[in-house]
């Protein structure tokens, strides 16, 4: 035993240590431990208070209960703070502050992510230059034609030998749409007749007069491209000729075909008329639609029904998306000018059933 003093040893301090090992090695060898004895000094009787368990060090210092409790006063400190912070009047403007900068945050998020998100086109949609394709169909279409008899008009009448013009059976359905829609009554009738003969000629086309007059528009106005007047019997005055295709300007390059008998130039092609074909396009496929004897490029009636077997060829179905497209990029590659005519045919088709 290490001793902390200088005393010399007392025998009777060893004999003594000696009784205590004894008692001590007695005491563990018993399988019943005794109840410790009580005191005999001041405050005996009294009992004692068991000691902490032991916490290892590892463990939280604080209990789950006293930690959630004092949590607890210590946010009830802080929103009484803030209650009390919010009240004063930099506390209000700051507050609001707070308010607009994250209703702000939230419509931007929406705006662009949510909103895009739901917004986006079905699959086997065709997006254009102002949205998409609604339904996986062409444009909107219009009201069909209804033939009537003929009437002549109160300012034209065919010349003498010539036939009446087949267009006229639909003055009557034409009339209102052309003031309705803007397009002249001539090409309003041009543009229906169309639908007709090429509803019974080519029934699995599915043309309607809303595509043709889509085309129309973009290309000339109706026969009315630079001021020219789309007079009664179907031809602009004066007639409309476009830029030479001679590879300048981002246009075509295509020398002469026609020897410049319908454009007027023996160098380049250019489109011509109201539904500006070329010639070598007119030659293949040009018709007679106003039964006058002339297949004539200055014509919107022999125009509009040229296009309408022009875009009808090769079996397509202008019934769907796909076959439309189709017509229309071989009309006029471009996808700017595809999605120029839907918006322009679609739109005419809404204002057209709008009473």
Excluded at 8 to 15: F, L, S, V
Excluded at 106 to 113: H, K, M
Excluded at 150 to 170: I, M, N, Q, T, W
């Amino acid at each position: 035993m290490a001793r902390n003093d200088d005393r010399a040893p007392d025998p009777k301090d060893e004999a003594a240590a000696e009784v205590d090992q004894t008692s001590t090695m007695d005491t563990l060898s018993v399988t019943t431990i005794r109840p410790p004895v009580p005191d005999s000094g001041p405050g005996a009787g009294t009992p004692k208070v068991p000691g902490q368990p032991h916490v290892p060090k590892h463990a939280a210092p604080e209990s789950p209960g006293y930690v959630l409790e004092s949590k607890q006063g210590r946010f009830s400190d802080v929103r009484e703070a803030v209650r009390l912070w919010a009240a004063r009047p930099p506390g209000r403007i700051t507050v609001g502050g707070l308010i607009i900068l994250v209703t702000l945050s939230v419509a931007w998020v929406g705006g662009r992510f949510i909103v895009p998100a739901t917004a986006k086109p079905r699959a086997g949609a065709s997006a254009t230059a102002s949205g998409t394709n609604i339904g996986g169909s062409g444009p909107e279409t219009g009201g069909a034609p209804i033939p009537h008899a003929p009437s002549a008009s109160s300012s034209f009448s065919p010349p003498p030998g010539v036939k009446e013009r087949p267009a006229d059976v639909l003055a009557a359905w034409a009339a209102p749409r052309a003031v309705k829609l803007e397009i002249p009554p001539v090409a309003m009738q041009a543009y229906g007749y169309a639908e007709l003969i090429t509803a019974r000629t080519t029934p699995r086309c599915k043309l309607t007069w809303t595509t043709l007059a889509g085309i129309g528009k973009i290309e000339s106005n109706h026969g009315r491209f630079n001021g020219a007047l789309l007079q009664e019997d179907g031809k602009s005055v004066p007639t409309i000729v476009g830029p030479p295709l001679d590879g300048q300007s981002n246009r075509q390059r295509i020398p002469d075909t026609d020897h410049g008998e319908l454009d007027t130039d023996r160098t380049w092609d250019r489109a011509v008329g109201a539904m500006q074909f070329l010639p070598s396009t007119w030659k293949q496929y040009g018709v007679d639609a106003d039964n006058d004897g002339v297949i004539d490029i200055n014509d919107i009636d022999d125009a509009a029904l040229t296009a309408a077997v022009y875009l009808c060829a090769n079996g397509r179905d202008l019934s769907t998306l796909e076959g439309w497209n189709a017509a229309i990029h071989a009309y006029n590659v471009p996808e700017e000018y595809r999605a120029a005519v839907f918006n322009a045919a679609n739109d005419y088709g809404r204002r057209d059933r709008t009473e």
